[in-house]
Every structure is written in C-alpha cells, then in structure tokens.
C-alpha cells in the first residue's frame, strides 16, 4: 500500500536524512530530478504501483536522481523488511531481538502505516500489539515513537488495547492523558 510504501521511504530518510533535500548546486544539476519531499512523495506513489525492481529504479530514478534511487533501492533489499501485514498479524513471528535499531524503525513504521491505513478499530488494535512485543524485546524507544504516530490514527470511538498501557508516560508526554 502507499500509506506502507511512505513509511519505507521515511524509515530510508532518517537513515540518510542527506537524501530528504538536495537542490542541486549548480544549473546543470537543475537540470535533472534531484531528491526533495515533493519528488519522494510522487516516488511513494509510484513505486506503490510498479512492481518490478528494474521499472522501480528507472521511475525513482526519474523522480529522485539516479544516486538517491539505486541507495533506496540498495536499502530496501539490504533491509529485506517483511510484511506488515503479515507482522502485524503475528508480531512474534519476527525476530527481534536481532533486529538493528534502524530495520526495527523500518519494519514498525510500516506496521503503523498498515494498522493506520483501513481506519477501521480492529486494524488500529492490531497495530498495538506489534508494538508491545518489539518493545519487550529491545526496542522500547522505537516502539514508543512509533506508539505516539498510531495513536495519532486513532478511528472514532476506538477503545484502545490493555498493549497500550505499556506507552502511557511516552503518551501523556505527548499530550494524550487518556489514552485507555
């Protein structure tokens, strides 16, 4: 989906913040695509629809710049990042005590990304409890981020799950003061 597309490439972002913005230096370089937040998000909707690899690098390529598109594309296999679907459905099928901070970011960003997207209640409570297993695993900090941005998604009337506890000083930080 777009909304899990978006959350790779800001997970690539904050690996490579460098690649958010890059106006070229000189008029020949103005020339040709270069990255900024507009050309990233005309990427996030394109590489929602292509599928092949080599047509996603050549499109990103188009959009961002040749460098910044073979680095994406070099991140997201290195990353081999699995799906959030299939991770929000069973969290503990990840491993992730094994998981460094920056492909934990990546993989959680885009649970909250698949929790978010439907805007239905069981998809955002499912969302939570993702959360809850990577932060009894070593990536609490992580998680309560990512806690903060799926509590932002929160669907009308959505009674959250017990999970959510574990984040409540990151929330009440935040300005949510109930979040139960």
């Known amino acids: 989906t777009r909304a899990v597309t978006t959350a790779h490439i800001a997970a690539f972002i904050r690996h490579r913040p460098p690649l958010l913005h890059m106006l070229p230096t000189d008029d020949s370089g ?32 188009g959009l961002v710049g040749l460098g910044a598109a073979h680095e994406f594309i070099t991140w ?23 998981l460094s901070p920056d492909r934990a970011w990546a993989v959680l960003t885009g649970v909250v990304a698949y929790a978010s997207s439907p805007g239905t209640t069981a998809a955002w409570r499912a969302g939570w409890k993702a959360l809850a297993v990577a932060s009894e695993h070593g990536h609490a900090a992580i998680a309560a981020a990512c806690a903060l941005d799926l509590m932002t998604s929160r669907p009308r009337n959505a009674t959250p799950p017990a999970s959510v506890k574990k984040f409540a000083t990151a929330l009440a930080a935040a300005g949510y003061t109930s979040a139960a």
């Open 30 to 61: 103005a020339g040709h695509a270069w990255p900024s937040p507009r050309t990233w998000d005309a990427a996030a909707r394109i590489l929602t629809v292509i599928t092949d690899e080599a047509t996603q690098t050549l499109a990103l390529a």
């Open 76 to 98: 997201r296999s290195a990353m081999d990042l699995p799906d959030p679907a299939d991770v929000t459905a069973d969290p503990d099928s990840i491993d992730w005590a094994t």
